[in-house]
């Protein structure tokens, strides 16, 4: 596979990896915007762009968006996350022009009519009323909002109903004009295709969007706190987080190998202990979630009300142990394992691959060579765990419950099992 770089005139980078023994080929382009760069009074804003864009264009309806990219058997679709949306498809080689004019038609020209606006306002608003009545779902959001309390980091991606209900057509082309610019922006393409030719067709359409200057990206710290929602449900839903670590982290990759020994699969400590062992779950794990500036270390559990009193206590201390105790040769070896064979299967599906370059691409200005990451897992020491245990788990908790919850551990009692030492 052979990965190329070019940039533009006016700033905008195009990716390739060409990889001539397959059909297909994987384009999108991706925008370093979302929640995070959202101030509260346009909170969504990003998220209601994405879905608004493929209601149609100056010289494509919005069923010809989808059609176009149907009747050739593609597949087509967004996302918007805290901190970058992402328009992307996967087409036979022979049609990837045909997607990228159809992708770059609707990020750069989407007309946001107000009748169509006026219906996907409410689409919206039912998908942040069923996130809201999922507890498993909406207890994310609600620790990302005691973790970053009163920054945009913490709040959500859909944002509330009440402002996404107010949203006009101009706004959105606000936005658009202040976020979608080449400084925010990369196209990448993996499969079949020439990287020259590649570049021609980006150029074609992208080369009159300006650079722009937006702004940095707002302040992100970590706070901590504690929120408990009661609901009449039959489970207890629990979520303990720390301040994690942001890309940029030297202990990026300790913090991500320390997940995987704590609560990264079945054979992973919390898995064994709570569940297998004692029974008091059907769900537990733990995961990093990595910011430009900050970032999230979480353990989940679903269990009930009357096991929560028990729970509690056994996650505090396997947090202990981890972070007195060497972890096992065997125990870092997996997880070493774990994190190589996920990061190289993902890079064989050309769609996750022009996903990690895209975001790598944002995030550091170059893609990371698979070597040098690979060499990065590898250096990771027995030492680095501890080390990286004690500094996130020293860290004030996040601890957020909704549910059956009565009675639950509180956030005091929660901080003496940790032996947290207030800053």
């Known amino acids: 596979m052979q990965t190329q770089i070019t940039t533009l005139e006016n700033g905008l ?19 370093n915007t979302g929640s995070a760069r959202e ?9 209601l762009l994405e879905h608004m864009v493929f209601k149609g264009t100056p010289t494509r309806t919005s069923f010809q968006i989808d059609a176009e990219i149907e009747d050739a058997g593609g597949q087509s679709n967004a996302y918007t996350a805290r901190e970058i949306t992402s328009f992307y498809a996967k087409m036979l080689k022979a049609d990837a022009e045909l997607a990228l004019d159809v992708l770059s038609d609707i990020v750069l020209n989407a007309r946001f009519p107000e ?87 980006v150029k074609t359409r992208f080369e009159h969007l300006p650079k722009s200057n937006n702004g940095a990206t707002p302040e992100q710290h970590y706070v901590g706190g504690c929120y408990a ?66 970032g999230l270390f979480g353990i989940y559990a679903g269990t009930t009300r009357q096991e929560l009193q028990q729970v509690i206590p056994v ?29 190289l299967m993902g890079l064989e599906s050309s769609s996750t691959t022009s996903e990690i370059y895209a975001r790598q691409m944002l995030v550091f200005n170059r893609i990371i060579p698979t070597e040098e990451m690979v060499a990065k897992i590898e250096a990771v020491s027995k030492e680095d765990i501890k080390r990286i245990a004690c500094r996130i788990f020293e860290s004030k908790p996040t601890y957020t419950l909704v549910g059956d919850i009565a009675g639950y551990p509180s956030y005091e009692d929660l901080k003496k099992l940790l032996k947290t030492k207030e800053k």
């Open 13 to 31: 980078r195009i990716i390739t990896a060409t990889r001539k023994e397959t059909e297909t080929v994987s384009l999108g382009i991706w925008i």
């Open 39 to 47: 101030t509260e009074e346009i909170n969504g804003m990003s998220h």
């Open 115 to 201: 009748e169509e606006l006026v219906k996907e306002r409410d689409v919206v608003i039912q998908e942040i009323k069923q996130t809201i009545d999922t507890p498993d779902d909406i207890i994310f959001d609600y620790a990302q909002a005691e973790a970053f309390k009163g920054q945009a980091l913490g709040r959500t991606i859909l944002g509330p109903a009440e402002k996404i209900a107010t949203y006009g057509s101009q706004d959105l082309r606000n936005y658009r004009e202040k976020f979608y610019c080449t400084q925010n922006m990369c196209v990448c393409a993996v499969g079949n295709i020439e990287h020259d030719a590649f570049v021609r067709m």
């Open 229 to 294: 929602e009661e609901r009449d449900i039959e489970q207890a839903h629990v979520l303990l987080a720390f301040e994690g670590v942001s890309y940029h982290d030297k202990d990026y990759y300790s913090a991500a190998i320390l997940s995987a020994i704590l609560g990264g699969g079945s054979t992973s400590r919390l898995f064994q202990e709570i569940r297998e062992k004692r029974g008091l779950v059907y769900t537990v794990y733990s995961f990093i979630n990595a910011h430009s500036m900050s």
């Open 315 to 343: 996650v505090a201390e396997e947090i202990q142990k981890i972070k007195t105790q060497d972890v096992s040769d065997e125990e870092l070896k997996r997880a070493k394992t774990q994190f190589k064979a996920s990061m």
